[in-house]
């Protein structure tokens, strides 16, 4: 079972909107008027790779037992008992009331620990309730804003020396991913410039001409979704494939006409929705800037890249062409290197099993989650093998590290000073990432968090 979390405090403090942000749904009512929630709501929390289960509450009102607001205090009351932590949300606003401090005196004779929150602390506005938070004597309030999303990774490191001893086991979680992963379809774009062969492709894996096909550039004008079984020719095994036809897109001063432009915004569109995304190159012409532009489109948004050669049968001099091109790869996206790079034949079928195994084998990088422990292993040598700098003699201390997401991988590392760090050490951290722990060539999103101090002016 996961460990629980309730959120307690008194009316419109915001706690409503802290659970909506936590649960990453607007599952409970919010209102500017007070009182709207009524029963406890439970939800599935995910902070920063942090699980656990949390609690909405109503709102704590000092009245009679037996009226409406004293049963709601009541339910309440019962939830703390279950509970592993409790978030006590103030608004830095409005300041400390009365019912503040009540609240805080019942909680401090309470065994469960607890956080105090500091809600609604954007801009100066928020600056007095945030000192006054002090006031109650439950340790340095976390200083947020719910409705905006900040302060997020603060209340993450408040959170984790709590419930990180609590988290489920780390395997069950991979042996469940790795199932459903090899049960979902497969969900693979193809793009690429006009005339690169990207319906005929899907054609010849469909063994049917269900695509309009010819010699004109952009026949293809919608993204086309097509149900397809691949079958796994080392293992016989027959996998879901969801394939998608996309509209060629040329340079943007090129598109004139209006469906043109409809047609690779539509395009656009495709590769937000698919996990894998192929950029079918026309061996005729080689790589052109346009190609590299699409690529780091794709990178930029997430999605796993392949890269395919298309009419590799009438390639000439085909040795030469495959290393110039993975030479200009390697200087066009520095971003990311050692993207795969298959030569095909759409005509032919040659090479179309083989970068169908590479697909599924890059999506099961992109989608990879790696044990907390397994991954502060790696940081910890990293870290050993080659320190942060201390430019102008200031230290860069870096913490721990934890995996926030999957789909495409993102890690976030805790630290000091960290707006000191070059850019040349994140790409050392990054490189090691996909060296060490098996995200070969997948983009990989790396976010620095220092704590943030509540006295700093902005």
């Given at each position: 079972?996961?460990?629980?979390?309730?959120?307690?405090?008194?009316p419109n403090v915001g706690k409503s909107t802290l659970f909506n942000r936590l649960v990453g749904k607007k599952l409970a009512l919010v209102d500017d008027q007070p009182g709207v929630t009524r029963d406890r709501r439970f939800g599935d929390a995910e902070l920063l790779g942090l699980k656990f289960q949390i609690v909405d509450t109503a709102g704590w009102e000092d009245d009679d037992a037996e009226t409406l607001p004293g049963r709601m205090r009541k339910q309440t009351e019962a939830s703390l008992a279950t509970a592993d932590i409790a978030l006590f949300v103030v608004d830095a606003r409005a300041g400390l009331t009365p019912l503040d401090e009540e609240i805080g005196n019942w909680l401090r004779a309470s065994p469960v620990p607890v956080i105090l929150v500091a809600n609604k602390a954007e801009g100066r506005a928020g600056e007095g309730g945030l000192l006054e938070a002090y006031s109650l004597g439950l340790g340095d309030p976390v200083a947020i804003s719910a409705e905006h999303g900040e302060g997020m990774g603060d209340l993450f490191e408040a959170l984790l020396p709590h419930l990180e001893p609590l988290q489920p086991p780390e395997?069950?979680?991979?042996?469940f991913d790795e199932e459903a992963l090899l049960k979902a379809p497969l969900k693979l774009a193809i793009v690429g410039r006009p005339n690169a062969g990207k319906s005929t492709l899907i054609n010849r894996f469909l063994g049917e001409d269900r695509l309009l096909t010819g010699p004109e550039a952009g026949i293809t004008r919608d993204s086309i979704a097509i149900d397809w079984l691949w079958t796994d020719p080392r293992t016989g095994d027959e996998r879901e494939v969801r394939l998608i036809d996309t509209a060629g897109m040329r340079k943007r001063a090129r598109v004139t006409e209006k469906l043109e432009r409809m047609a690779v915004a539509d395009a656009r569109h495709a590769i937000d929705f698919a996990e894998v995304v192929v950029l079918l190159l026309d061996a005729t012409k080689g790589l052109e800037h346009q190609d590299l532009k699409i690529a780091s489109n794709v990178l930029e948004e997430g999605r796993a890249l392949m890269i395919a050669i298309n009419k590799w049968d009438v390639a000439e001099d085909a040795s030469k062409l495959f290393n110039g091109i993975r030479a200009a790869l390697e200087d066009g996206l520095a971003q990311v290197r050692g993207v795969p790079l298959l030569a095909v034949s759409a005509r032919t079928?040659?090479?179309l099993d083989d970068m169908m195994a590479a697909a599924f084998s890059i999506r099961e990088a992109w989608s990879r989650r790696v044990p907390t422990s397994a991954l502060n292993r790696w940081f910890d040598d990293a870290l050993s093998a080659n320190p942060p700098p201390a430019p102008g003699g200031k230290r860069i201390k870096l913490r721990y590290i934890t995996?926030?997401?999957?789909?495409?991988?993102?890690?976030?590392?805790?630290?000091?000073?960290?707006?000191?760090l070059p850019e040349s050490y994140r790409r050392y951290l990054v490189n090691g990432l996909r060296r060490e722990l098996g995200f070969d060539a997948v983009p990989i999103r790396?976010?620095?968090?220092?704590?943030?101090n509540p006295f700093k002016k902005d």
């Open positions: 079972m996961l460990p629980q979390v309730i959120i307690i405090g008194r395997e069950e979680e991979a042996e079928g040659k090479g995996q926030a997401k999957t789909r495409p991988p993102g890690f976030v590392v805790f630290g000091t000073r960290l707006d000191l790396l976010m620095l968090r220092s704590p943030k």
